[in-house]
C-alpha cells in the first residue's frame, strides 16, 4: 500500500539524517494513516488492474493497532469496491508472505519482501518500479497462470 498505492513518502516525518522516524510515526493516530495522500500512479494502476477482471486485495504492513486501522480507513474511503475478505494488514512486512497465497501476485516497493515472497512462492511478486512497467509485468504473470 505505502510507496504503491499511498504517497507515505511524502508525508511521513524524517530524521536528521533524512530516514523515516518511526519513532514519532508511532505516537500518530488513524486519522494521519486515513489520509496519506493516493499517488498517483498507484490509482492508475489499481484502476487498471481492475479493469483486467481479477480480484484486487490488499496487503499491507504496519504495527500499530492506529495504524491498521487508519489503513483500513483509508481503503474504505478510497477503494470501497473492495471486500473485507481481501484486505489483509499485518504487524511486518515479512509476514506478507505467510498470508498471501501461492496464486497470488504481491506488488511491493520494498525489494526485501518481494524476496521472501518469491522464496516461498516462487515468482509471484513484482518490485513495483512505476505504473507502466508494473502493469506490463503483472499482465505477463496474469497470463502464465
Not at 28 to 57: A, Q, R
Not at 64 to 84: C, S, V, Y
Amino acid at each position: 500500500m505505502d510507496g504503491v498505492l499511498t504517497d507515505f513518502e511524502s508525508v511521513a516525518p524524517k530524521t536528521e539524517d533524512g530516514k523515516v522516524d518511526w519513532k514519532k510515526i508511532k505516537t500518530y493516530g488513524k486519522e494521519w494513516w486515513s489520509s496519506i495522500p493516493w499517488l498517483e500512479e498507484g490509482k492508475k494502476l489499481i484502476t487498471e488492474v481492475m479493469d483486467l477482471g481479477v480480484t484486487v486485495g490488499i496487503l499491507s504492513a504496519i504495527f500499530t493497532p492506529a495504524g491498521k486501522a487508519g489503513k483500513r480507513d483509508w481503503i474504505k474511503k478510497n477503494l470501497p469496491m473492495l471486500d473485507e475478505a481481501d484486505i489483509k494488514i499485518v504487524n511486518r512486512g515479512y509476514l506478507k508472505s505467510f498470508v498471501a497465497c501461492s496464486n497470488d501476485i504481491l506488488v511491493d516497493d520494498q525489494p526485501r519482501y518481494i524476496d521472501a515472497f518469491n522464496k516461498r512462492f516462487g515468482n509471484g511478486a513484482i518490485l513495483y518500479t512505476g505504473f507502466e512497467s508494473t502493469l506490463e509485468e503483472i499482465k505477463k504473470k496474469l497470463e502464465a497462470v
